[in-house]
T-cell receptor, first 111, second 112 residues
Framework: NAGVTQTPKFQVLKTGQSMTLQCAQD?????MSWYRQDPGMGLRLIHY???????DQGEVPNGYNVSRSTTEDFPLRLLSAAPSQTSVYFC??????????FGSGTRLTVV | SQQGEEDPQALSIQEGENATMNCSYK?????LQWYRQNSGRGLVHLIL?????REKHSGRLRVTLDTSKKSSSLLITASRAADTASYFC????????????FGTGTRLLVSP
């Protein structure tokens, strides 16, 4: 029972490149979300999903796309990477009214 | 914008002492949660307190919630060096869909 698995753990991109951060959960939760964490800013919500086929924007959605075709997977796509997207990205899942389970994060550097 | 603000931003204590962290938030909530993050790691859920609860305990943790003042506190009793981490409060609101919004965190250092 892995909980939430994020890949890759580290990534370096050049400005303008695109990539997909993967997130998979085996907890059978409908709710999944993506956060970014920057120094001194806490975690900020990028996108979230309440089930397959249903996604919505969070606090900082610009430059990111998501889709949810299965309960298990919730990938985050960076369309054209910018240095401002250098951050640590966390995926999380939860059942309503319960605590969230977080993945171990993806540390992304855009040069 | 961040929903919650933690106070203090940093706290340094000795092993065996108690650590108290405070969280203030801005809007009505369904519940408030506390998380711990060790350096370079993911977040670990510690405790959830619902808006109709005033106090909750879990092991050495005690959380209070005052919805009239829009504030919460996390007390860690008899701190250990292993408690060294950043602690975040997060509020959840069910406005159609659930959303968990984090504060900026308190960095706790417990020295042996």
């Amino acid at each position: 029972n892995a909980g939430v698995t994020q890949t890759p753990k580290f990534q370096v991109l050049k400005t303008g490149q695109s990539m997909t951060l993967q997130c998979a959960q085996d907890m059978n939760h409908e709710y999944m979300s993506w956060y970014r964490q920057d120094p001194g800013m806490g975690l900020r919500l990028i996108h979230y999903s309440v089930g397959a086929g249903i996604t919505d924007q969070g606090e900082v959605p610009n430059g990111y796309n998501v889709s949810r075709s299965t309960t298990e997977d919730f990938p985050l796509r960076l369309l054209s990477a910018a240095p401002s997207q250098t951050s640590v990205y966390f995926c999380a899942t939860s059942a309503q009214g319960s605590g969230y389970t977080f993945g171990s994060g993806t540390r992304l550097t855009v040069v | 914008s961040q929903q919650g603000e933690e106070d203090p931003q940093a706290l340094s204590i000795q092993e065996g002492e108690n650590a108290t962290m405070n969280c203030s938030y801005k809007t009505s909530i369904n519940n408030l949660q506390w998380y711990r993050q060790n350096s370079g790691r993911g977040l670990v859920h510690l405790i959830l307190i619902r808006s109709n609860e005033r106090e909750k305990h879990s092991g050495r943790l005690r959380v209070t919630l005052d919805t009239s003042k829009k504030s919460s506190s996390l007390l860690i009793t008899a701190s250990r060096a292993a408690d060294t981490a950043s602690y975040f409060c997060a509020t959840e609101r069910y406005t159609g869909f659930q959303k968990l919004v984090f504060g900026t965190g308190t960095r706790l250092l417990v020295s042996p």
